[in-house]
């Protein structure tokens, strides 16, 4: 007897919407921006406790929110985060290209 096929679905691109979780867009962007900090930490190959005093956090903290602990962290101060490694966020506003569909929230990081 074989083991049946998976279900499987395409997503839309956010898996915290994909498992209908209610603030889907803001876990999603949260989680962008914690991918841009590791980048920026590996890419200076910091140790966590040399990067967390960089951030004015603790390593315990920082562990926490690179193993994906987003809930307690704002956004606003993941932003404040990259830019204490010299990165400059910018947000930009403008339509949605497919009217009365809402808007969604992106971080395109930019190549180094």
Not at 16 to 24: I, V
Request: hydrophobic fraction near 40%; aromatic fraction near 2%; proline fraction near 6%.
């Amino acid at each position: 007897m074989t083991d049946p096929e998976p279900e499987a679905w395409r997503s839309n691109g956010n898996v915290f919407a994909d498992l209908e979780l209610p603030d889907a867009q803001e876990l999603h962007l949260k989680s962008s921006l914690v991918i841009e900090l590791r980048r920026q930490i590996e890419g200076r190959k910091l140790t966590q406790t040399a990067a967390a005093t960089i951030l004015g956090i603790g390593q315990a903290d920082l562990s926490k929110l690179l193993r994906g602990g987003l809930r307690g962290t704002s956004v606003e101060r993941l932003m404040r985060m990259l830019t204490a490694f010299d990165q400059d966020v910018e947000i930009t506003v403008r339509p949605h290209p497919e009217a009365g569909e809402g808007g969604r929230i992106t971080v395109t990081p930019v190549p180094a």
